[in-house]
Protein backbone atom coordinates (compact mmCIF):
# COMPACT_ATOMS: atom_id res chain seq x y z
CA UNK A 1 0.00 0.00 0.00
CA UNK A 2 1.29 3.60 -0.95
CA UNK A 3 2.43 5.69 2.24
CA UNK A 4 3.38 9.46 1.30
CA UNK A 5 5.34 11.54 4.11
CA UNK A 6 5.73 15.02 4.07
CA UNK A 7 8.64 16.45 5.86
CA UNK A 8 8.40 19.42 7.71
CA UNK A 9 4.83 19.03 9.16
CA UNK A 10 5.21 23.23 9.78
CA UNK A 11 7.45 25.55 8.85
CA UNK A 12 8.05 29.19 9.37
CA UNK A 13 10.53 31.26 7.32
CA UNK A 14 10.83 35.21 6.44
CA UNK A 15 9.61 36.73 3.56
CA UNK A 16 11.87 36.56 0.21
CA UNK A 17 13.31 33.16 1.29
CA UNK A 18 13.34 30.73 -0.76
CA UNK A 19 12.43 27.23 0.58
CA UNK A 20 11.68 23.72 -0.38
CA UNK A 21 9.01 21.41 0.54
CA UNK A 22 9.65 17.71 0.45
CA UNK A 23 7.17 14.80 -0.45
CA UNK A 24 8.29 10.88 0.22
CA UNK A 25 6.64 7.99 -1.23
CA UNK A 26 6.81 4.22 -0.78
CA UNK A 27 5.21 2.90 -4.26
CA UNK A 28 7.39 4.13 -7.52
CA UNK A 29 4.73 2.45 -9.57
CA UNK A 30 2.36 6.12 -9.51
CA UNK A 31 0.82 7.81 -13.10
CA UNK A 32 1.45 11.32 -10.87
CA UNK A 33 2.26 13.26 -8.25
CA UNK A 34 0.36 16.89 -7.44
CA UNK A 35 0.77 19.02 -5.09
CA UNK A 36 -2.33 21.44 -3.52
CA UNK A 37 -2.66 24.63 -1.56
CA UNK A 38 -5.07 24.31 1.10
CA UNK A 39 -6.26 27.65 3.05
CA UNK A 40 -7.71 27.19 6.80
CA UNK A 41 -11.23 25.63 6.32
CA UNK A 42 -11.18 25.45 2.46
CA UNK A 43 -10.31 23.46 -0.45
CA UNK A 44 -8.21 21.97 -2.42
CA UNK A 45 -6.45 24.14 -4.88
CA UNK A 46 -3.99 22.61 -7.68
CA UNK A 47 -0.52 24.06 -8.29
CA UNK A 48 1.16 21.48 -9.95
CA UNK A 49 0.50 18.09 -11.78
CA UNK A 50 4.00 15.78 -12.73
CA UNK A 51 2.85 12.89 -15.10
CA UNK A 52 5.24 9.50 -14.32
CA UNK A 53 7.25 10.61 -17.44
CA UNK A 54 8.00 13.57 -16.49
CA UNK A 55 10.97 15.07 -13.80
CA UNK A 56 9.55 18.37 -13.43
CA UNK A 57 7.12 20.95 -13.51
CA UNK A 58 7.08 24.72 -13.38
CA UNK A 59 4.45 27.50 -12.43
CA UNK A 60 5.31 30.96 -11.91
CA UNK A 61 7.67 31.12 -8.67
CA UNK A 62 6.98 27.46 -7.89
CA UNK A 63 8.91 24.66 -9.30
CA UNK A 64 7.98 20.73 -8.61
CA UNK A 65 10.60 17.49 -9.31
CA UNK A 66 9.78 14.10 -9.50
CA UNK A 67 12.49 11.19 -8.65
CA UNK A 68 10.75 8.00 -8.97
CA UNK A 69 13.29 5.69 -7.97
CA UNK A 70 14.20 7.50 -4.93
CA UNK A 71 10.61 7.99 -4.02
CA UNK A 72 10.66 11.91 -3.63
CA UNK A 73 9.11 14.76 -4.78
CA UNK A 74 10.06 18.48 -4.06
CA UNK A 75 8.23 21.64 -4.56
CA UNK A 76 10.54 24.70 -4.69
CA UNK A 77 9.06 27.73 -3.71
CA UNK A 78 10.90 31.04 -5.22
CA UNK A 79 10.88 34.80 -3.03
CA UNK A 80 8.20 33.66 -0.57
CA UNK A 81 5.88 35.84 0.19
CA UNK A 82 3.17 36.05 3.02
CA UNK A 83 0.00 35.54 0.77
CA UNK A 84 1.86 31.91 0.22
CA UNK A 85 0.92 30.84 3.95
CA UNK A 86 -0.80 27.40 3.74
CA UNK A 87 -0.70 24.13 3.71
CA UNK A 88 0.80 22.13 1.07
CA UNK A 89 -0.18 18.61 0.18
CA UNK A 90 0.99 15.91 -2.09
CA UNK A 91 -0.85 13.60 -3.48
CA UNK A 92 -0.22 10.59 -5.89
CA UNK A 93 -2.37 8.64 -7.85
CA UNK A 94 -2.10 5.00 -9.08
CA UNK A 95 -3.86 3.11 -12.09
CA UNK A 96 -7.24 3.01 -9.86
CA UNK A 97 -7.20 7.32 -9.94
CA UNK A 98 -8.04 7.92 -6.69
CA UNK A 99 -5.35 9.77 -4.80
CA UNK A 100 -2.71 8.93 -1.79
CA UNK A 101 -2.28 12.41 0.28
CA UNK A 102 0.55 12.96 2.10
CA UNK A 103 -0.34 14.64 5.59
CA UNK A 104 1.18 18.31 4.73
CA UNK A 105 3.12 21.06 5.43
CA UNK A 106 1.76 23.87 6.96
CA UNK A 107 3.44 26.96 5.92
CA UNK A 108 4.22 30.09 7.61
CA UNK A 109 5.83 33.09 5.72
CA UNK A 110 6.71 36.40 7.94
CA UNK A 111 5.78 39.79 6.82
CA UNK B 1 -19.52 29.16 -13.57
CA UNK B 2 -17.74 25.46 -13.68
CA UNK B 3 -16.71 23.87 -10.89
CA UNK B 4 -17.47 21.51 -8.28
CA UNK B 5 -19.97 22.65 -5.67
CA UNK B 6 -20.29 21.28 -1.73
CA UNK B 7 -23.67 22.07 0.22
CA UNK B 8 -24.06 22.75 2.88
CA UNK B 9 -20.68 24.48 4.02
CA UNK B 10 -21.46 23.93 7.71
CA UNK B 11 -23.66 20.65 8.70
CA UNK B 12 -24.35 19.82 12.74
CA UNK B 13 -25.92 16.38 13.37
CA UNK B 14 -27.59 14.89 16.33
CA UNK B 15 -26.48 11.32 17.63
CA UNK B 16 -28.15 9.03 15.73
CA UNK B 17 -29.24 10.41 13.10
CA UNK B 18 -28.42 10.27 9.31
CA UNK B 19 -27.20 13.28 7.09
CA UNK B 20 -26.46 13.62 3.54
CA UNK B 21 -23.78 16.06 2.04
CA UNK B 22 -24.34 17.05 -1.13
CA UNK B 23 -21.58 17.29 -4.75
CA UNK B 24 -22.72 18.90 -7.83
CA UNK B 25 -20.26 19.11 -10.39
CA UNK B 26 -20.63 20.81 -14.30
CA UNK B 27 -17.16 19.65 -15.63
CA UNK B 28 -18.55 16.75 -17.18
CA UNK B 29 -15.81 14.64 -15.40
CA UNK B 30 -16.81 10.90 -14.94
CA UNK B 31 -14.83 10.12 -11.46
CA UNK B 32 -15.91 11.72 -8.53
CA UNK B 33 -14.26 10.59 -4.80
CA UNK B 34 -15.21 11.36 -0.92
CA UNK B 35 -12.08 12.63 1.04
CA UNK B 36 -11.98 13.09 4.64
CA UNK B 37 -9.77 15.31 6.71
CA UNK B 38 -9.36 15.36 10.22
CA UNK B 39 -6.98 18.61 11.87
CA UNK B 40 -3.12 17.75 11.18
CA UNK B 41 -4.11 15.08 9.12
CA UNK B 42 -4.02 14.32 4.94
CA UNK B 43 -6.89 13.10 3.15
CA UNK B 44 -8.25 10.02 3.38
CA UNK B 45 -10.57 8.37 0.62
CA UNK B 46 -14.24 7.18 1.54
CA UNK B 47 -15.83 6.06 -1.58
CA UNK B 48 -15.07 6.55 -5.13
CA UNK B 49 -17.21 6.09 -8.55
CA UNK B 50 -15.53 5.90 -11.64
CA UNK B 51 -18.73 5.79 -13.54
CA UNK B 52 -22.91 6.68 -12.86
CA UNK B 53 -24.68 3.70 -11.21
CA UNK B 54 -21.16 2.29 -9.65
CA UNK B 55 -19.06 3.16 -6.83
CA UNK B 56 -16.31 1.08 -4.50
CA UNK B 57 -15.10 2.02 -0.68
CA UNK B 58 -12.25 3.58 -0.09
CA UNK B 59 -10.16 2.99 2.67
CA UNK B 60 -12.73 4.09 5.50
CA UNK B 61 -15.92 3.06 4.08
CA UNK B 62 -17.39 1.62 7.25
CA UNK B 63 -20.36 4.20 8.22
CA UNK B 64 -20.84 6.15 5.12
CA UNK B 65 -23.02 5.16 2.31
CA UNK B 66 -23.12 6.94 -1.32
CA UNK B 67 -25.39 6.86 -4.40
CA UNK B 68 -24.84 7.84 -8.15
CA UNK B 69 -27.72 8.21 -10.02
CA UNK B 70 -26.70 11.05 -12.46
CA UNK B 71 -23.14 11.81 -13.89
CA UNK B 72 -22.87 15.12 -12.26
CA UNK B 73 -24.12 14.80 -8.44
CA UNK B 74 -22.64 12.43 -6.04
CA UNK B 75 -24.26 12.53 -2.47
CA UNK B 76 -22.57 11.10 0.49
CA UNK B 77 -24.81 10.08 3.18
CA UNK B 78 -23.29 9.88 7.06
CA UNK B 79 -25.11 7.29 9.08
CA UNK B 80 -25.37 6.87 12.67
CA UNK B 81 -22.97 3.74 12.43
CA UNK B 82 -20.33 6.43 11.64
CA UNK B 83 -19.17 7.16 15.45
CA UNK B 84 -16.86 9.26 15.01
CA UNK B 85 -17.84 12.15 12.10
CA UNK B 86 -16.84 15.02 13.01
CA UNK B 87 -14.17 16.06 10.34
CA UNK B 88 -13.73 18.01 7.10
CA UNK B 89 -15.65 16.64 3.77
CA UNK B 90 -14.23 17.03 0.33
CA UNK B 91 -15.06 16.08 -2.77
CA UNK B 92 -13.58 15.85 -5.69
CA UNK B 93 -13.66 15.14 -9.12
CA UNK B 94 -11.11 13.81 -12.21
CA UNK B 95 -11.81 14.11 -16.37
CA UNK B 96 -11.47 11.72 -19.18
CA UNK B 97 -9.25 14.04 -20.91
CA UNK B 98 -6.68 14.49 -17.72
CA UNK B 99 -7.49 11.63 -16.46
CA UNK B 100 -5.81 11.98 -13.16
CA UNK B 101 -5.80 15.66 -12.02
CA UNK B 102 -7.44 16.16 -9.38
CA UNK B 103 -9.98 19.10 -8.85
CA UNK B 104 -11.66 19.86 -5.84
CA UNK B 105 -14.80 21.54 -4.13
CA UNK B 106 -14.93 23.95 -1.48
CA UNK B 107 -15.76 21.50 1.42
CA UNK B 108 -18.25 20.66 4.31
CA UNK B 109 -17.61 20.82 7.87
CA UNK B 110 -20.21 18.25 9.68
CA UNK B 111 -19.94 18.54 13.32
CA UNK B 112 -22.03 16.44 16.25
CA UNK B 113 -23.72 18.17 18.56
Known amino acids: KQEVTQIPAALSVPEGENLVLNCSFTDSAIYNLQWFRQDPGKGLTSLLL?????REQTSGRLNASLDKSSGRSTLYIAASQPGDSATYLCALSGSARQLTFGSGTQLTVLP | DGGITQSPKYLFRKEGQNVTLSCEQN?????MYWYRQDPGQGLRLIYYSQIVNDFQKGDIAEGYSVSREKKESFPLTVTSAQKNPTAFYLCATTGQDRPTEAFFGQGTRLTVV
Open chain 2, 27 to 31: LNHDA
Open chain 1, 50 to 54: IQSSQ
